[in-house]
């Protein structure tokens, strides 16, 4: 216990040493509970063998409650979202079983035998790919985010802040692994035309839902994803192959590719111009808003993920950029006053999740509790107020200002702007 | 001689390069097209790629009450789903008010929809003259063009959204 006495303080508020988890190790022997053993008796599950293998993993029955929340649209079956419960996870990687989910008419049931990719337009050789095609082509495999840019968009609608859990409010944020060929790959074997500037990516679900590409991102780190976390992609994912626009959002990372045309201009689809465009103060509305802000938000504590008693917590959380790695994620614990460097963990890669942890003593008194993430290149996440100049009222899509919990005295979390 | 060697070293040295640079195994099959014009769904704002075919607002009118109107409502106003009219001057103000009149900038957009994802439980069951006639219809009760006007591939493009002007891109292509 006299370690506790001696830690060090690097903000106000019981803000400690971001280096203290690693320096303690199993502090939470000593620090949550303290199992008491009296006799030598063997738990249920240690008394006869468990049962035997499985062509398939699931997880633990205690943990059935961890899943996506989801709503369609009225009058349709699949269209709408589903909602990632990051508080409930831990590291940068989201199970493919929990990955959100957006979808326009619903999942299609795609045999891959059958399905293709077509590459035409202003192309010098306009070409069709099968998969057993592409499975000899060369494959590169990242871990990166996928965000809908209309993620925490009632954070920035609602005059009074809405409540409800992480995954309520912002979880259509994901982090995988994506595996596949790089679009530039297929795109040298086409040839471009010297006037080709876009590509109109094309889905096969009954929506043929469309995006219009600059062909420099189609050039630089687009994929043609067939992988997900080392699995196949799943068909809510797009299988059995998705355009992945590493940093940009998700909408236009088109599931179940099948088409792309390449042309001189975009085609202003639905989705481009009536949807996923952002509308100012000034009544002028921005076409093609692509790269995902820089943001951070504290999983635990948050909203249902109560503080029992006061005492050391650790503050977690996921950073990401989509301009390319988080530089720093600052914490605070006195609504702002203060702020100290949060610890990342191991993995700081580009355009991907990055987690945050601090260690926090909290005194049992009400008080506020952020994160503020800064990438490489230099951009800060904004303040609520400071997001909201020049949009208009009901601008939502890329949403990424600072989020706040209000911890009341019985250590409830509830969402607050600041 | 001296000649030789200037050419020799760096074919040697940049060899392995290119072949790296232009590492697929070329397994594309050509389309002809014929194939092409089977896939090729895209409309373009000036009218490329929009197939013959015609209609206007009063066909449009049979078609929307039979296929549309359940989910978007009387004249396109409090369905179930997307309001397809009216809002005008409300698009900084009202998330419901951003309709085919008061936002979308270009018509061509109307037909390259439907005819990709409507009606939403049958998508591909409307002919060429009925989506022109559903456009067609979906401008007409927006204020845009007159009821017997006829749209096709020569008269769509050319007509201007009311908010047309009040878009700028974001993203500059290089």
Redesign the interface.
Known sequence: MKRLKNLPHVAANGLLDRRLFLKTGGMSGFALFTAKVTSQEREKWSLNPGVGMGEYGSPSQYESHIKRSFGSRLGTTGSGASRTPIQHLDGMITPSRLHFERHHSGIPDINPDQHKLIIYGLVDRPLMFTLDALARYPTVSRIQFLECSGNSGTQAILPEPRQGSVSDLHGLISCSEWGGILLSTLLEETGLKKNAKWIIAGGSDSAMMSRSIPIEKALDDAMIALYQNGERIRPSNGYPMRLFLPGWEGNASVKWLTSLKVTSSPAMTKDETSKYSDTLDTGISELFTFPMGVKSLITSPSPGLNLHEKGIYQISGIAWSGVGKIKNVEISTDSGKTWAKSALDQHVLPKALTRFRSAWKWDGSPTTIMSRATDESGEIQPIREVWKVGRAANSYYHYNAIQAWSIDEAGESSNVYV | MFTFRMFAFPLILFTPLLIYA??????????SPE??AT???????DGDGLPKGSGNAIQGKEIYELRCL??HGIEGKKG??DELNGGHGT?????T??T?GS????A??IF??IR??MP?QT?GIFSNDEIYSLTAYLLFINNIIDEDEQINSKSLPKIIMP?QE??????Q??
């Open positions: 232009d590492d697929g195994p070329k397994l594309g099959i050509p389309l194939e092409i896939y090729d769904y895209v409309v373009m704002p359940a989910c179930l789903n698009i900084t103000t009202s998330l008010g951003k085919i936002y979308w900038p270009y061509t957009t390259d929809y990709r994802a939403y998508p908010n009040n878009f700028v891109w974001s993203y292509p290089k």
